[in-house]
């Protein structure tokens, strides 16, 4: 005894397409669902890469990333010989280009400097400012704080890790790790103060990200330490 009828050849057929129109029906409903998502997802990721710096484009990641003071940068930076994209990094991690900031140890402006080590950054020999410059002011901030990473990147031997260091801690202890190191130039795990090992990280990942995104704004840039 048979349970089911088998259709005849024209049921068969009417039935096949009614389930192929079916199952095209599902696809392309299923396509106007998924590929919304997949472009969400895709401009999404595509964001997360810009924004966080994994990826560089230069119309957006310029604007996301610009540096200010470009001229008063480029300037100093010739004068004392040092990249201007570390001169840079180091402003973006120090004060976010706020030349009127003041830290709660009392650094101020751009460079984020002391009173006291801008008075003795003016007299050493490879100043070339005024006599009295004002910390608040951005071109003699910019000055003071490039003369004295010039200052300590010679210091240590073109270490600049070791100079950003001591841009930070001050040179006695950036002295006390390298000694206790196994010789050589700096390493992040030599540096104690988690303070200045963030801050060298900034400083590296910045000088890093400026020199992707604004290929060649510094005139002779690739020439300086």
Known sequence: MRLFAIPTNGRRVFWAARVTSRSRRRRRLL???????????????????????????????????????????????????????????????????????????GAVGLMQLMPETAQWIVHLDSWQGPANPTLTNPDDNLELGSCYLAYLIERFAKDLRAAVAAYNAGQGAVDNWLAASNGGKLQLDDIRFEETRDFVQKVEHYRDLYTRIHPGIFAEAAERV
């Open 31 to 105: 396509l106007r669902l998924v590929v919304p998502l997949v472009v969400v997802v895709g401009l999404g990721i595509g964001a997360y890469l810009v924004i966080s710096a994994r990826a560089v484009i230069p119309a957006v990641s310029g604007k996301l990333y610009p540096i200010h003071y470009q001229k008063g940068i480029e300037r100093v930076a010739d004068r004392y010989h040092v990249d201007p994209y570390l001169v840079a990094a180091v402003v973006r991690t120090e004060s976010d280009y706020d030349a009127r900031a003041v830290s709660h140890a």
